[in-house]
């Protein structure tokens, strides 16, 4: 017997009038190269006072023997549990426009009740825009440009051109979010950042550098990025320090920058040409990894 989607969630009793407010919205669990998305989130949380109006019950929607929770052994007892949270917070930007933010745990199962409930969330407090973002690794060198791509339920909410067309890939629910509330007549976008698949396992604040600055932009939100902005300068301070280390590494570096130049120049086709075969993106990331391995490994 289907349950009430609204039995899967609490609300606070007191939240005030959210009237055109804006829902980002981003789960764990599933992709999101260079932490960008999640690096995101945690931005968001430390630069505006924040509180959760609504709460899920995730008994019922996550599998803790596929991602145990951790908990904390002291000595000769349990001292602590770090017990999954899937929680609408309520914030407030720095003109004191509120939005809201939905974050934790990808759920694993119950995916369309938990979009139901979401949209009656939506529904109950005027939600006029609902936003997710990550990352995805792809065959581009970290010193070029970083892109980010958009999607949304209407045409007129795209800001940002994709470059593929039509293609499947594995669901998630923020996809599914957005799907079905562009179904019910809701506005939905998401955007994601293109991240170099060699620095994709790491953290990457460029990147959420960028789904920032493309959130902020689409929204009107005003969200201090300066600290942002100097952890994206140290990591890629980092990471030319290491690459000028090595000039094995810097032509892996440079050939990928050739093949990237080539595709964003050609006009009319998505091939490189040329006398010389580039390496594939596979062989780039293998090689990269091999030499950030052999640095960590002589630290």
């Known amino acids: 017997m289907a349950l009430d989607p609204e039995d899967l969630f609490e609300v606070d009793s007191d939240v005030p009038d959210l009237s055109g407010a804006v829902l980002l919205h981003h789960f764990d669990g599933f992709m999101d190269a260079g932490a960008a998305g999640s690096a995101l989130v945690d931005h968001l949380l430390a630069v505006h006072e924040h509180r959760v109006v609504a709460r899920f019950d995730v008994d019922d929607l996550i599998d803790y023997r596929a991602r145990r929770p951790a908990m904390t052994y002291d000595t000769d007892r349990w001292e602590d549990y770090a017990a999954p949270e899937l929680v609408v917070r309520l914030l407030h930007d720095s003109v004191g426009t509120p939005f809201l933010l939905l974050t934790g745990p990808e759920p694993d199962r119950r995916w369309e009740a938990v979009v139901a409930a979401v949209r009656s969330l939506v529904d109950r407090w005027g939600v006029r825009l609902a936003v997710s973002f990550h990352g995805i690794p792809m065959g581009v060198p970290h010193t070029r440009k970083l892109s980010v791509i958009s999607h949304a339920t209407r045409p007129e909410l795209v800001a940002e051109a994709s470059p593929f067309s039509r293609v499947q890939v594995p669901g998630n629910l923020s996809a599914l979010l957005e799907l079905r509330l562009g179904q019910t007549g809701h506005d939905a976008m998401g955007f994601a950042a293109y991240v170099p698949h060699y620095l994709a396992q790491g953290t990457y604040p460029a990147a959420a550098v960028g789904l920032l600055e493309a959130l902020t932009k689409a929204t009107g ?49 998505l091939l490189v040409t040329g006398d010389q075969p580039l390496p594939s993106a596979d062989e780039l990331g293998a090689e990269f990894e091999r030499f950030l391995a052999e640095r960590q490994r002589d630290r």
């Open 221 to 269: 939100l005003v969200v201090p990025s300066a600290a942002l902005h100097e952890a994206a300068r140290r990591t890629n301070a980092e990471i030319a320090r290491q690459v000028g280390e090595s000039a094995e590494v810097a032509q892996v570096v440079e050939a990928l920058e050739r093949q990237y130049d080539a595709f964003t120049e050609a006009s009319d086709n």
